[in-house]
Nanobody, 114 residues
């Protein structure tokens, strides 16, 4: 399984970005897809995930600001990030859990700064 992440960049506080993660397989076959982030000096954390049935979950710090969704026809999962804060600055990674294996995409850098 290959995952191609895109959409990172520089945005001002309060702004928005949408990350995309395109999978090389039909995402119906992936149990859970998610987005993790790794900020300097912090541990990597799972910020949002979505099951094959479409049920989303979020870490408390992004609830109400981030929305994870999926486009099954395009085998792509999105992370819409609104009301971005400087503390959201991190490298964001796409992750897929499938058949007792975990796959990672390359990171995409999100920088929130004025």
């Amino acid at each position: 399984v290959q995952l191609q992440a895109s959409g990172g960049g520089l945005v001002r506080p309060g702004g928005s970005l949408r990350l995309s993660c395109a999978a090389s397989v039909n995402i119906f076959s992936i149990n859970i897809m998610g987005w993790c982030r790794h900020a300097p000096g912090k541990q990597r954390e799972l910020v949002a995930a979505i099951t094959s049935g479409g049920s989303p979950s979020y870490v408390d710090s992004v609830k109400g600001r981030f929305t994870i969704s999926r486009d099954n026809a395009k085998n792509t999962v999105f992370l819409l990030m609104n009301s971005l804060k400087p503390e959201d600055t991190a490298v964001y990674y796409c992750r897929a859990d499938m058949l007792n294996s975990r796959y990672w995409g390359q990171g995409t850098l999100v920088t929130v700064s004025s």
